[in-house]
Each structure stands twice: as C-alpha cells, then as structure tokens.
C-alpha cells in the first residue's frame, strides 16, 4: 500500500503566500493528499510583528491548505533566521515533527523559499529524503545562488518557480546546479491578489477605503533596519520620494510605510506635504501594496528597489519611477550582497523620478531590450558577485566589460571587486590570463602562507 503524500509550504511573507497559491492553482504542484501551509516570522522581533496568517486577507489562502502551522511556535524560543539543527539532532527532530504535525510515516515534499538560508536551510536538512520545490517570490531570483549548496540538497532540488516580473529574463539562481526555472503565470498571481484585495475588510477597511484613487503611492522599505542607509538618510530619501510625486503634478499622495518602520517617520513627511501643499495619506495597514493596485489604481508608483514596482509595471500596466538606487549601489557592502541584483534590475530599467519625461513616456522594454542590455549585465554582475559558483560566465563577463564599461555602467561594479577578478576595467587585457594561470595560483598562495607564518 502507497503511503501518503504530504507537501509542507513554506512562506515567511504574504507575498510568498499568494506565490504559493498561485503556483497552486496553476497546477505546478504535484498531487498530494495533505497540504500544510508552515509560516515563519522571520522578523526581528517576530512577537511584535503580526506574522502572515494574521495579514489582512491571509483568509482568502487559507482555504488551499489542510492545516496552518507555525514554525516560531514550533522552534521557540529559538529564532527561525538563527536556528538550525545540530547534525546528531535530526533523527529525532525529524521524529519529533512527525509526531508535532501528525505526519505519520507520509511522504513528505518541501517547498520553500531563499534555500541557501534559515528557516529553509534547516527544514531540508530536517526532512533529508523530501524532495524539494524552491519558488523565489521576488527579484532576487535573477541573481546568483548566495552559497554553495550542498550535494545532498541539490540533487533532491525538482525546479524553482518564479514569476514573470521582467518578461524575457531568465533567473540565474540555482542554474549551475542544472535546475530549470518555470514561471508562476501572472494570470493565476493576480487572481490571487485580487482575492487579497476583496478579503482585506477587517479592521483595516475604513483605512483602505480612505485611500483616494489616482493618486501617487509611495513605497517604503526600511533600508536602515539592513544597515544599508542610516535613519536620516531613509528619511530623507522618502522626502525626495513625496518631493519628486508633487513636481510631477501629483496633488494626492499615499505613503505605505514598511510594516515595521518607526511610526515617527512619517511625521516629516506630513510637515513636507502641508508646505507643498499637497494631500498626503499615511496607510498603516500592513496590506500589500498590490491590494491598493486592486482598490485605488495608483497613478503612479515610487519606491527604490521594491518588488512592487516591477508588479505595478508587468502585472497592472501602472507607471513607476524610482529614486535612491544609485546611492545604494554605492553603498551595498559588500559586493556580494543579495541586494545587489535588485537594485541593479530596478536601476537599469525603471525611470528616475527626478526626469519627468522619462517617467511620462517610459514603458516596459521589450523582450529583445532585456536579452541585449538587460541580460548580459545581469550576467556580469552574477559573475562579480558568485565567480566560483558560475566559472563557465567568465568569458562573457569579459567580453561584456570590454565593450560595455563606461560612465552608465560603471555604478553595477567595484574596482577592487574587478581587480581581484583580473577583470577589464582594472587589468590592462593581456594580462587577463593570470588568475587563470595554474602555476601563478601556487605561487601566490604560497606568498600568502609565508606571509601569515611571519606574522605568527
């Protein structure tokens, strides 16, 4: 007799959640005769942070899954971004989770995002038999994996699931390990945010319905929270942000802070809209920007480097500019951080709001755009940021660089990021060769050990 089947999903965000569903109802899953829905509050203080079944509008996913479970519940006191199991632990964690959320002796399927990090990390090592789904609900899945992974994780990996926030780009994540990438399709994930949209009456209706049509929406994100930005200068920017919607004509304004931003940070803003003379709405509500792209059809959406700019242009046809990436491509520390890929997408192809022509006439670019501009910088970059995990895009970064470099591109790389490469840039071309020269390499890391030994 077969045992039965049971997909566990894993979703640390409402966006992630409606990922999910999506995938779901577009059939990408497998069948299974159990599906649980597992939510980690990954937060920094996860119990001051509602987590994603207390959202408004979670109702509208829950009917998908046989049962909702917590895994801060599950693992507390411990943190799910901190916490992993010891390696003599995980037969009787395994046991112990079987026992926790009656799984009996089912096979047992994974889906989960950000694979290389906890709580993903930990859950596949916990389940070492499950195979695994990994879906990427943002813009980091056209950027390098940000570990290695191992063995024992990729060969059990089936495929990831992305969606199609830029049309004609293809994700980099998790490809040097062969695994192909297959879109959620948009049809299925705005239905699903329209559902959002219809359930997010609770207490949070009287604010959503005060959120005036046709006006400009402003996109936080707590940068200085990622140490990226200080608090001065996050709120200086969302100051350029509201300064940039009202020259460009906007009388009425909406703020959306992140969920967890000081609520004082707005108060600048309010002072700032009465001397523009300007109507400024600040939404508390912790609903997804996309439920106001359903509600009140933003005239125009700003932000920096935010996933919902790129859902308000693919999904809904509404502007967006943005403002700010600049400053973090020189700030972003250091040149491997995840954030860089984001930053560069949105940078290179959205509009800055501080040209108001480019943000009046611009359009999303076509498919052949992306493959030609959009694609081999991408490519280079993902090079830059992972060189030992995609050897094979060496010569292409090269040739990219050698043509490509100048006073545009120079803001997606580092100097001393292309010189520890032996890139062009920094390395006159005929001596590329030399990282690659197997005799040279032994020489300079003998050097090296000589080197440590006298300061021993």
């Not at 079987?98 to 916990?126: C, F, H, N, T, Y």
């Not at 207490?203 to 005060?210: I, K, N, R, T, V």
Request: charged share 25%.
């Amino acid at each position: 007799m077969a045992r039965a089947r049971t997909q566990i999903h894993v979703a640390s965000t409402l966006y992630g959640a409606a990922t999910i569903a999506a995938a779901l109802d577009a059939g990408l899953f497998g069948p299974a005769d159990r599906r649980l829905l597992l939510i980690s509050n990954n937060s920094a203080v996860p119990e001051t942070t509602p987590a994603v079944d207390e959202a408004p509008g979670f109702g509208a996913l829950r009917g998908r899954f046989d049962r909702v479970l917590s895994w801060n519940e599950t693992i507390a006191p411990m943190h799910p971004s901190d916490w992993a199991p010891r390696p003599e632990d995980v037969p009787m964690w395994e046991r112990y989770l079987r026992m926790l959320w009656d799984l009996g002796d089912d096979d047992v399927e994974l889906v989960v995002e950000s694979i290389q990090v906890k709580p993903a990390a930990a859950l596949v090592r916990l389940f070492p038999a499950a195979p695994i789904e990994v879906y990427a609900d943002g813009l980091m899945s056209y950027g390098p994996t940000r570990d290695k992974l191992e063995p024992l994780v990729t060969t059990r990996i089936n495929q990831l699931l992305h969606l199609d926030l830029v049309t004609g780009l293809r994700p980099l994540l998790l490809t040097e390990y062969g695994i192909e990438p297959r879109i959620v399709p948009a049809a299925e994930f705005t239905k699903v945010l329209a559902e959002l949209a219809d359930a997010s009456d609770g207490p949070d209706a009287a604010e959503l319905s005060a959120v005036p049509e046709d006006a400009a929406l402003l996109l936080g994100q707590y940068l200085s929270a990622l140490g990226i930005l200080t608090a001065a200068e996050e709120e200086e920017l969302h100051l350029r942000m509201l300064r940039g919607a009202a020259a460009l004509g906007h009388r009425r304004i909406v703020f959306k802070p992140h969920p967890i931003a000081p609520a004082h940070w707005s108060e600048p803003l309010e002072r700032e809209a009465a001397s523009l003379g300007v109507e400024l709405t600040v939404l508390d509500s912790p609903v997804l920007a996309e439920v106001l792209y359903q509600r009140a059809r933003p005239a125009l959406v700003v932000g920096c480097y935010s996933t919902a700019l790129l859902t308000a242009s693919a999904f809904y046809g509404i502007p967006v500019a943005r403002t700010g990436t600049e400053m973090l491509l020189e700030r972003l520390s250091p040149y491997q951080n995840s954030n860089r890929v984001p930053v560069t997408i949105v940078d290179s192809l959205l509009p800055d709001l501080d040209d108001a022509e480019a943000v009046r006439t611009w359009s999303p670019p076509a498919p052949e755009r992306i493959a030609g501009d959009l694609t081999p910088l991408l490519r280079a970059v993902g090079f830059c940021m992972r060189a030992e995990l995609y050897p094979e895009l060496r010569e292409e970064t090269v040739a990219y660089l050698s043509k490509e470099l100048n006073a545009r591109t120079w803001r997606y790389f580092k100097r001393r990021r292309l010189a520890s490469l032996a890139l062009p840039g920094v390395v006159p071309a005929q001596l590329a060769f030399l990282p690659r020269n197997p005799l040279l390499r032994r020489v300079a890391r003998r050097a090296r050990a000589l080197k440590k030994a006298a300061i021993g």
